[in-house]
C-alpha cells in the first residue's frame, strides 16, 4: 500500500482517537505535488484537496473536477482579487478572505459565475507583519461586511498561529471568537499541530507535508 495512504490512514485514526463530536475534515494539502503524487488520496475516496495557487491549481485540477463531482477544492494561500474569477470558477472554499478589495470581486465573481462558495475569514492572531490576515480588532467589522453587505457564506475563521510554540494559546482565542460570530466551522492546525487545533474545535484540518511527505520547493 502507499506511504501516502498510510500517512493518511494514520492522522485519520490519531483523530478519530480523540474525544469530538465534530466531523473533522482532512484538508489534503497538495500544492506542487502532481496528480501523479497525489492519486493515492484519490483513489481511496478522499475528496478534500487543497492548493495556495490559482494557475496551478486550475492545470491539475480542472479536467478531474468535471468528471468527480464529490471533489471539493480548498484555496488555502493568499489570493489576489484579480484572480477571483478563476478562483470562484474553480474552489469549493477559500481559507483567505483577508480585505475588503477581495470581498468585493469574490461578491461579483459569485454574481457573474451564479456560484456561491464557502469562506474562512483569514485572521492574523498574531499581528506578524509577514502574514496576511485581518486583526482581531476589525474581525467584527470584516464580518459584517463580508456577510451583509456583501452576501459571502463566511461560515467560519482560519489562523496560522505563530510559529513561537504557543499555538494552544492561540487556538483558544480563535475558537471563542469563532463562537462569539456564531460560526460553525474552524480551519486551523498544520501537519506539526493538527491534534491541538482539534482540541480547540478545528473541524478543517490543513495537512500536506504529514500526508505528501517534504515538498522540494
Excluded at 498574531?126 to 461560515?155: A, P, R
Excluded at 473541524?203 to 500526508?211: A, Q, T
Aim: glycine share 4%; with cysteine.
Amino acid at each position: 500500500m502507499s506511504i501516502i495512504v498510510d500517512r493518511f490512514k494514520k492522522i485519520k485514526s490519531n483523530i478519530n482517537s480523540l474525544d469530538n463530536s465534530k466531523t473533522i475534515n482532512i484538508v489534503a494539502i497538495s500544492k506542487t505535488f502532481s496528480i501523479e503524487h497525489i492519486k493515492p488520496l484519490l483513489n481511496i475516496g478522499h475528496d478534500h484537496f487543497g492548493e495556495n495557487k490559482v494557475q496551478e491549481a486550475m492545470s491539475k485540477w480542472k479536467e478531474i473536477k468535471k468528471n468527480d463531482n464529490n471533489l471539493k477544492l480548498h484555496m488555502v494561500g493568499k489570493l489576489q482579487s484579480n484572480k477571483s474569477k478563476k478562483a470562484v470558477e474553480l474552489f469549493d472554499f477559500i481559507h483567505s478572505l483577508d480585505n475588503k478589495k477581495l470581498a468585493d470581486s469574490l461578491s461579483k465573481a459569485e454574481s457573474d459565475a451564479k456560484k456561491n462558495l464557502k469562506y474562512f475569514i483569514q485572521v492574523n492572531i498574531g499581528n506578524e507583519d509577514q502574514k496576511s490576515g485581518i486583526s482581531l480588532n476589525d474581525l467584527n467589522d470584516f464580518f459584517s461586511y463580508c456577510t451583509k453587505e456583501k452576501k459571502l457564506n463566511v461560515i467560519g475563521l482560519m489562523c496560522i498561529p505563530p510559529n513561537d510554540n504557543n499555538e494552544e494559546k492561540y487556538f483558544k482565542i480563535m475558537s471563542e471568537k469563532n463562537k462569539l460570530l456564531n460560526l460553525k466551522n474552524l480551519s486551523m492546525g498544520m501537519s506539526s499541530d493538527y491534534l491541538k487545533a482539534a482540541k480547540y474545535h478545528a473541524n478543517f484540518l490543513r495537512i500536506g507535508s504529514g500526508i505528501f511527505g517534504e515538498r522540494n520547493q
